[in-house]
């Protein structure tokens, strides 16, 4: 029995060499593009852009480099004590990149610069790497932007109020008082007591969404009353010990009188209007501490209000230069403007690869004072409700593992281009399962996997509206505004 088998296997082990011969000469090998040795030529690439040089925030961060060499490489760092390589070699490739990350620490001292040295032979390709660090500039009176991000602890927006932005034939501006404006959405007039309220409850940031447009006369001089309301309700905000976000709201969007919009072709008109509006704001609060932060628009649109990833990609041109925009009239205002905290966000603020991917930071004269925002009201059926009753049959009423692992991924693709590709600290501006459909119990779910991933991703968030009755002053959703606090 045993001496059969053997010579069984043994003709096996023929046929297949046989086969084997057969396929060298009918199929030759095909090229995987690997090669080993020493390279010929080396490049390092950022997102497919050549890269000499690597620039980091203060916070902690990460960066993935592509090697290009076809021949195998090794890398290395010159002070490990910050920067850290996690892949030290690859093999070499014809057709494809090899990678490496890289990773440094946040910085609490002075600026700092090391060397990332990738070599094949005789070749050699260096990348300086420099990192920001607190004392960059010695006459910044303010928290950096990572550092305000750490003092944040929850938040919540003070919506449907200055950002009120009542249209149609039944709304007649003429005479109206801010206070009228203010209340056309259903909220009472904000009152030093209902900001007390949030603040006496936990959240210590609040955001104050404003629209100015149909506040501005002709040549877009902003009606000098209501800009008076938006600084008594800034300062209830400050007055509490709150840090304040002050934007520009529904002049984006859909709404029928929107006019700050993604479109390159009108972009010298817009910004025209965009850059006084701003100055007039900066300049009014001006002299505000670190406080008081300034967001540069809510959810901006593009002419054809797509609310997915647009079509023509030219409408993120036009968001990063408008908030180029942003930060350079802010600054050139003076005061301690040149060091105001400031944010910027993504088309829609929406977090799709797409939207995350056509976002640039602006530059900036003084570093460390630019952070991003998105808003999360995902999964979407989970956190919202509708009155199409087909559009119902979408809903989701269970805050199961599904929902969770769309949390999941929200989190990392966000965390991965703000901190690790763009190197800024980021939040979430709105967040929230206002949708009741759901139920109270799923909800408080929501609101607890929430609070674990801002601790676990060193961010945070600003609910939207809602929990509180602000004529009563009564927390009518305590189950929620308890977990958002603790």
Not at 403 to 425: C, M, N, T, Y
Request: with cysteine; net charge negative; hydrophobic share 40%.
């Amino acid at each position: 029995m045993k001496i059969k088998n053997i010579f069984s296997v043994m003709l096996l082990s023929l046929a297949v060499l046989g086969f084997q011969a057969c396929s060298d000469v009918e199929n030759p090998t095909i090229d995987t593009g690997l090669r080993t040795g020493n390279a010929t030529s080396i490049e390092l690439f950022r997102d497919s852009v050549a890269l000499t040089d690597l620039h980091f925030s203060i916070g902690k961060s990460a960066a993935i480099i592509g090697v290009q060499a076809d021949g195998d490489w090794t890398a290395e760092v010159g002070d490990e004590s910050w920067c850290h390589l996690a892949v030290h070699a690859g093999y070499g490739y014809t057709n494809k990149f090899s990678y490496t990350k890289i990773e440094v620490d946040k910085n609490d001292g002075e600026a700092r610069n090391t060397t990332l040295t990738v070599r094949s032979g005789n070749l050699t390709k260096q990348v300086a790497i420099t990192q920001n660090g607190t004392g960059t500039d010695p006459n910044d009176p303010f928290m950096s932007a990572f550092t305000f991000v750490e003092q944040l602890k929850i938040g919540y927006n003070l919506g449907n109020t200055l950002d009120s932005n009542p249209i149609g034939s039944w709304w007649n501006p003429e005479g109206k008082t801010p206070i009228d404006f203010e209340t056309q959405w259903g909220q009472p007039e904000t009152t030093p007591e209902i900001i007390k309220t949030i603040a006496d409850k936990g959240f210590n940031v609040i955001r104050v969404p404003v629209t100015w447009g149909i506040h501005c006369d002709a040549n877009d001089n902003i009606d000098a009353a209501w800009m008076a309301r938006v600084q008594q309700v800034v300062d209830m905000v400050i007055n509490t010990g709150c840090y304040c976000i002050l934007n520009v709201m529904h002049d984006t969007g859909a709404a029928e009188n929107r006019w700050l919009v993604a479109d390159l072709d009108n972009y010298e008109t817009i910004t025209a209007r965009y850059k006084k509006i701003w100055t007039q704001i900066a300049n009014r609060f001006k002299d505000y501490g670190d406080h008081l932060v300034f967001e540069a628009f809510n959810e901006i649109l593009n002419k054809n209000n797509d609310w997915g990833d647009p079509g023509d990609a030219s409408a993120y041109e036009a968001i990063n230069r408008l908030e180029q925009d942003f930060v350079d009239v802010v600054r050139a205002t003076g005061g301690n403007n040149a060091y105001r905290n400031l944010v910027v966000t993504t088309y829609s603020a929406g977090s799709t690869p797409a939207k995350l991917a056509g976002l640039r930071i602006p530059t900036d004269v003084h570093p460390n004072h630019i952070l991003a925002s998105i808003h999360c009201y995902d999964p979407y059926w989970f956190c919202n409700d509708t009155d199409n009753e087909e559009d119902q049959q979408w809903y989701i009423y269970m805050f199961d593992a599904a929902v969770q692992q769309e949390i999941d991924d929200l989190f990392a693709r966000v965390d991965k281009r703000f901190s690790g590709d763009l190197g800024v600290p980021y939040i979430f501006g709105e967040f929230g399962a206002i949708g009741t459909h759901s139920g109270m119990i799923e909800r408080v779910k929501y609101a607890q996997y929430m609070m674990q991933k801002f601790a676990q991703y060193n961010t945070t968030g600003l609910w939207w509206m809602g929990l509180l009755d602000r004529k009563t002053l009564n927390w009518y959703e305590p189950e929620i505004a308890d977990v958002l606090v603790k």
